[in-house]
Each structure stands twice: as structure tokens, then as C-alpha cells.
């Protein structure tokens, strides 16, 4: 009896021994004599107890590694605090366990001293302005070194650029200038600005002023050509007339009557406003001087 349990509880420890049970996104790493055997896939898998033995476990989601701050020196000569994280995944889980002792120790510190030899590479002001290049190379030198540890690095971000305080204070400085010399170019593109707005509205004024100026002095000058000329046609229609009227009958003797009275007309008003008269002498005779008048009107006829 006491054999019959003894062999039931060996055989009970040896099925439990036997089944393994590897959880999903994981994968076990089997040695079978201190050598290494298989690698075991998620779900339910079959081992030789007391022979075979699990080694390493490693889970092959994506990780992130908080990579620890470091001083970094720049091209120019400026210690610089740095921290980043840094995202991998386990790729090939034999070359995980045997690859490297500590696969985790060795991508956090090539993370770190390649980050130190890329940022020794630049200026401080190009460190802040490229910080994905600086993620970029190193995610390319940690691959190409991690192939060989079973691991693939996915990405890795810089957490935070911390400068020392005196240069904090001084690009505080250098901003507070930049911004004030900003402030002072727009101030003087504005009144630029202003002043050719101003310019060129008293340019259009001027022209404007001077076009209505132009066209007031052709409307002038039109409408005294048309007074002209409507007084030369009023004159000519006025001679025109007259010389028809002459040449009608009784046309001469009104005329004589006409040059009568304005000879009269002319002696009164010399009387009237100068205090020396100049006469003819034969004033008594006006019929000859009317005769003389009308002999001037004839020749002209």
C-alpha cells in the first residue's frame, strides 16, 4: 500500500514536472543537460523532468528602459545633463540568454556612451534644435550592436537637456535680447511703413489735385473759346444784318439819320467830360460832315 502511494505521488510530481505552461508574449529558454535545448512558445509544452531544466525566461513585449542621467561635454565645451528612455524588445531569445550576461546592462550603457560621442559631435545650440537626429543615431548604433544580444531596439527619446545655470541665465539673456531686437525691427518696419503710406497718399493727393486743376483749367479755357466764338458768330450775324438792313430801301437814309445822331451824340458827350474842347471848324455845317460820314460808308460798301 504504502508503495502503491508512493509511486502515485512520484508519478504526480513527475506530470507536474513534465508540463509547462508558457504565458502568451513570453518565451522560456529550455537546457537540457546544462545544454541548450529548445526554446518553448506559449501554451502548453512537454519536458523531461530532472533532465531538462528552464534557464531564462524572457518576455518579448516592447520594454521601456529608463536610461539614467548622465553630463555630456558639447563640441563647445559645455557640460550638459542628459536623460532619456529608451525602447526595445526581445527578438531572438537564444541569443538573449547566451549573447550577453546582462543584455539590459549593455544596451543602457552603449545608450549612454554613444549618446555621450553624438552630442561631443555638436554645438549646444544645435543639441536643442536636433534632438531627433540625436535619437536617430543612437537607435542606429544601439541596433546594430544589440542584433548580436537577441534584442532589437525600437526608439529612444531624450527626456530632458539640462545646461548648467549660468548658461540657463544667459540664453534667458540672449532670448530676452533676441526678442527686444525683434520687438524694435517691427517697430521700425511700422513706421517705414507708415511713412511710405503717408508719402504715397500725398503723392495721389498731389496728382489727384493736379488732374482736377488740369481739367478745371481746359473747362475754362473751352467754355472762354466758346464764349468767343459765340460772340464772333453773334457779330457776324450782327454785321451781316446790318449790311442787309443798309442795302434794303430806305436803308442809306436810316444810316444818315444814324450817323447824324451819333455825331451829335459824341460833340455832347466831349462837352460833358473835359474842360478843353477840340472843334472843327466848319461845326456849323453838319450836313457836310454826314455827307463826309456816309461817302466813307459807300467806299467801304
Not at 512558445?41 to 523532468?49: A, D, Y
Not at 489735385?209 to 466758346?226: L, V
Request: charged share 20%; glycine share 6%; aromatic share 6%.
Amino acid at each position: 500500500m504504502e508503495i502503491a502511494l508512493f509511486i502515485l505521488l512520484a508519478a504526480i510530481i513527475f506530470i507536474v514536472k513534465a508540463l509547462k505552461v508558457v504565458p502568451q508574449q513570453n518565451a522560456w529558454v529550455v537546457e537540457r543537460l546544462g545544454r541548450f535545448h529548445a526554446t518553448l512558445s506559449p501554451g502548453l509544452n512537454v519536458v523531461i523532468p530532472f533532465i531538462d531544466n528552464v534557464a531564462y525566461k524572457h518576455m518579448l513585449k516592447e520594454v521601456p528602459l529608463d536610461v539614467p542621467s548622465q553630463i555630456c561635454i558639447t563640441k563647445d565645451n559645455t557640460q550638459l545633463q542628459v536623460d532619456g528612455i529608451l525602447y526595445f524588445q526581445v527578438t531572438d531569445p537564444k541569443l538573449a540568454s547566451y549573447g550577453t550576461s546582462n543584455y539590459i546592462m549593455a544596451i543602457t550603457q552603449l545608450a549612454q556612451t554613444t549618446l555621450r560621442s553624438v552630442i561631443g559631435k555638436m554645438e549646444l545650440d544645435k543639441t536643442f534644435e536636433e534632438r531627433d537626429d540625436i535619437n536617430r543615431a543612437v537607435v542606429a548604433a544601439l541596433d546594430e550592436a544589440a542584433t548580436s544580444w537577441g534584442v532589437k531596439v525600437l526608439r529612444y527619446e531624450i527626456k530632458d537637456l539640462t545646461p548648467p545655470k549660468e548658461i540657463l541665465h544667459a540664453m534667458q539673456a540672449q532670448i530676452t535680447a533676441e526678442r527686444e531686437k525683434r520687438a524694435l525691427i517691427a517697430a521700425s518696419e511700422g513706421r517705414k511703413q507708415e511713412q511710405i503710406n503717408i508719402a504715397t497718399g500725398e503723392r495721389e493727393a498731389f496728382i489727384q489735385r493736379s488732374e482736377g486743376e488740369k481739367q478745371a483749367a481746359i473747362n475754362t479755357a473751352q467754355g472762354e473759346a466758346a464764349a468767343i466764338i459765340a460772340v464772333a458768330t453773334a457779330t457776324a450775324q450782327a454785321i451781316q444784318q446790318v449790311a442787309q438792313a443798309i442795302q434794303s430801301p430806305g436803308g442809306m437814309d436810316a444810316v444818315n439819320l444814324k450817323v447824324a445822331e451819333k455825331y451829335v451824340e459824341a460833340f455832347g458827350n466831349v462837352a460833358k467830360e473835359g474842360n478843353t474842347l477840340i472843334l472843327p471848324g466848319n461845326l456849323a455845317d453838319m450836313g457836310s460832315m454826314v455827307a463826309t460820314a456816309m461817302s466813307i460808308v459807300k467806299t467801304q460798301k
